[in-house]
Nanobody, 125 residues
Framework: VQLQASGGGLVQSGGSLRLSCVLSGDTFYNYAMGWFRQPPGKVREFAAAISGYGGTPYYSDSVKGRFTISIDSAKNTVYLQMDTLKPEDAADYYC???????????????????WGQGTQVTVSS
């Protein structure tokens, strides 16, 4: 399984950005998909997750109400729409996948098996 993330860039505070992550090498429906972020000098943290079937999305408190995770199963792609961006949202953003059959707590950002490379988001104040 490979994950390819894209869409990072520089945006002004209050602006929006959409990240994309394509899963290849296996059936999309078999996976839970998550977005994580790592601000400079800090540990990586969970941002959002959704199953490959869609359904209930899960968010961390820090992004809830501003970020939206969604999927396009026909394209094997998970998106993270980020609105009302703040300087503290600046980070390297990573997508991750975990096989649903593993029974992990993927909805809490725990137990992800596969990781993509990061895409950098910079928010200017």
């Amino acid at each position: 399984v490979q994950l390819q993330a894209s869409g990072g860039g520089l945006v002004q505070s209050g602006g929006s950005l959409r990240l994309s992550c394509v899963l290849s090498g296996d059936t999309f429906y078999n996976y839970a998909m998550g977005w994580f972020r790592q601000p400079p000098g800090k540990v990586r943290e969970f941002a959002a997750a959704i199953s490959g079937y869609g359904g209930t999305p899960y968010y961390s408190d820090s992004v809830k109400g501003r970020f939206t995770i969604s999927i396009d199963s026909a394209k094997n792609t998970v998106y993270l729409q980020m609105d009302t961006l703040k300087p503290e949202d600046a980070a390297d953003y990573y997508c991750a996948a975990d096989r649903m059959s593993r029974g992990s707590r993927w909805f809490s950002g725990i137990g992800y098996e596969f990781w993509g490379q990061g895409t950098q988001v910079t928010v200017s104040s």
